[in-house]
């Protein structure tokens, strides 16, 4: 799981949140509160509907809030590997965002599980 994530506040300009993502290369971030509680997810798609949005009505500066994707489905952070993989299963999502009283704490993909499952099949087998 990786815990040192690039996170976005929710008031932020969106083509500020856009040049960040595309800066660092990334699809997405976690959006978060100032007490760190995951409030939503922007993904370079949402930055792609508010650059038509702004090319179109002619409105600059709207914050991440308002394209953000707010219907976030989290992993918990005590949740066992099984579970995990089988969450994964059922969806076609790449990574989740994983909480712990509803702050984030990490982010858990779909490498991270089939690494731990790897190290869990080379401890279990005999010598």
């Given at each position: ?18 040049a960040?993502?595309l ?11 100032a007490?760190?509680?995951l ?31 707010t ?13 995990a ?11 989740f965002p ?7 704490v ?16 080379q ?5």
């Amino acid at each position: 799981m990786a815990t040192d994530l690039l996170t976005l506040p929710p008031d932020m300009e969106i083509n500020r949140a856009a040049a960040i993502l595309l800066d660092k290369g990334y699809s997405g971030a976690p959006v978060v509160d100032a007490a760190q509680r995951l409030v939503g997810v922007l993904s370079k798609k949402d930055c792609l509907r508010a650059a038509l949005n702004t090319s179109y009505y002619q409105e600059w500066g709207s914050p991440v809030a308002a394209y953000m994707s707010t219907s976030v489905v989290t992993l918990d952070a005590d949740l066992g590997l099984v579970q995990a993989v089988e969450q994964f299963l059922k969806s076609n999502y790449r990574r989740f965002p994983v909480t712990r009283q509803g702050r984030l704490v990490g982010q858990i993909s779909r490498a991270d599980l089939l690494r731990a499952m790897a190290e869990q099949w080379q401890a279990d087998r005999p010598a």
